[in-house]
């Protein structure tokens, strides 16, 4: 398989793996607050991986697919532009030769929370009676500590995935 | 700052993904809403799977909430042990006028729901502000789009959108959803609509003059052929009410008695009753027994699921929590 061809079927299968463990199990472990956000975690990862451009596609399609999946009930597509601009931020932000910790959980911390407070303001734009505004700072933080406690798991399990099949285009 | 070629990408992508956003909002039937379709379908149906797998994981995490909870369920169990026993004292004389009633209304033995059983499969993530659940059962269980879903405990939403073998429910907590409910006892009506949060409704009467007390049950007034909802499914309980009888909004604050945090089996009602069986679903009988599986043969597509069957008699303990 050219490196191309890897490199898709590695933003494509843990995109898809994430989307569907979101769904199905961490959102029946019934945490407190919000649903812990692997999607974003996995995007944050691809981009840090991979750049700027693929972490824009790998964004692009897991807001597709979050949006193609039961039981989504909203705006089909508003996902995928806030994913796409989180894994074309994260790759472009983050300087390919400073990754420390607290860059990475950083960046981890920033998206989850930042997802959830674009995605109610762009839905409160679209389609407004939804969004129940005090919720919003308790979704934002848990969120992003829910990120935060993943991140250790799956940026560097991407990561290592990422060097060992596609080692030609992985970053660091 | 971007080299081109990442600036050309990125622009095709965010004008897909706005085209998208464009052709969700104008809505409707189209080649667009069926490729959504069928790619719900496949998706739910590895959504099914990847449900059963987790189950070990999502059953011990319902086993350790449980555990939390078992010291303050033991006294709220000692309390209500306490009430029911004066209760049962006085329960002979009220069972005798309550089935005199019962007989007279002619409810007892016409007010049936049909309802498929299913399992909760998926949730919406709680950040996308859409209160909104998968259950394994869809058209080819007779699952069909605006039937009622409730509980053992009460109602829970209605079907939204229904694939092969999943279905999407919007529960009533979801802002966006509004009920018809009736206050038991007093006839009320009323509109009932979810706040985005899992424990409170609220709830405004029509008739501002009214009165409304705390703790008062609601049940659903039912829509024309029983869809959205079919009548007499208990929802819940007035937890407050704020403003005085005159004023001219009367909002009262309503806990549901479907915990919708914890759903894992709900029922869809695939046959409303044949008359609406009022309230006479709401009043807890003491030790009656559970939920009475009785696998009906029917001649619609729900054939191939196993049907609840809930006699209007029983099912006190069945469908509304005791309060």
Known sequence: MNIKARQALIIASSIFIAVIVELTLLSRLGLPGATPDLVVVTIVALALAYGPLPGAIAGFSAGILMGLAPPFDGVLGLQAIIFTIVGLVTGAVVDPRDRSVPVIMGMVGLSTGGVVIFNALFLAVLSGDRVVWENIPGLALTSALYGLILAPLVVPGIGRIVRSLTPEVAIA | MFPRRLRVVVAVLLGVALTFVILDLRGGQGPFASVQNVAASILGGIERGAATVFSPITGFADFWTNTRDQKARLDELEKSNAELQSEVKRAADDRARASALDGMLKVAGLGRYRVVPAEVIAIGPAQDFTWTVTIDAGSDDGIEVDMTVLNYQGLVGRVSNVEKRTSTVVLIVDPSVSVGARVAGSQEIGILSGTG?????????????????????????????????????????????????????????????????TLSIVGVVVRPPRTDPRDSVLPAVPDAPTVTAAPTPTPTPAESAPQLSVPSEVPATDISPSP
Do not use: C, N
């Open chain 2, 197 to 261: 949060k899992q424990s409170e409704l609220q709830y405004q009467l029509l008739d501002p003059l009214a009165s409304l007390d705390k703790g008062a049950a609601l049940v659903t007034f039912g829509s024309k052929d029983g869809r959205p909802y079919v009548p007499g499914v208990p929802i819940g309980e007035v937890l407050s009410v704020a403003g005085t009888a005159g004023q001219l909004s009367r909002v009262a604050t309503v806990r549901p008695f479907a915990d919708i945090s």
